[in-house]
């Protein structure tokens, strides 16, 4: 390169034509254009090719995070898709738990309402049969009671004891028109 520059110093300038008219010399010219071509083979070498590289690597990056991004954002509203979903499921479900509670709560105080209604027709039925068994017990103790009275009242007239079946049969008649006392005609 330095020899390249010596030889365009050493000619001397003859007279001015055509390049050299408006004050530029072709050796020196050729010597600007290689070297800007040796300066562009390195730049391209060493800066231009790096940087496009990584210019390069920074696009796809920048691209696949758009993509990421994208494919976020269509999740995203999937899931808020699929989080609805499930919660009207869920509202429905529980909507469906309270009408089947209801209806089994209405179920179990019908069920205890006949239960208690028969507990209680036992009940009375029982007391009414408790009644009617001291009632009559309470008749049949009266019934002794009177034919004791009547057999002792009947002594004391008469003045003398009858015999027991006959005693009997008078008190079961004074008894019977006791219970049905005729009516006058």
Known sequence: ?????????????????????????????????????????LLRLFAYKPILNVLETRRRKIAEGLANAQDIAKTKQRLETDKAAILNQARQDAQDIIAASRTQAKQIIQDAENTAGTKAKQKLTQAAAQIKQEVTTARDGLKQEMRTLVALATEKIIGAKLESSRDRELIEEAIKSAAHPQQPE
């Open 1 to 41: 390169m330095l020899t390249l520059i010596a030889l365009a110093s050493e000619s001397a300038p003859e007279a001015a034509t055509g390049i050299a008219s408006i004050g530029l010399q072709w050796q020196s010219l050729l010597l600007q254009i290689v070297n800007f071509a040796i300066l562009l083979l």
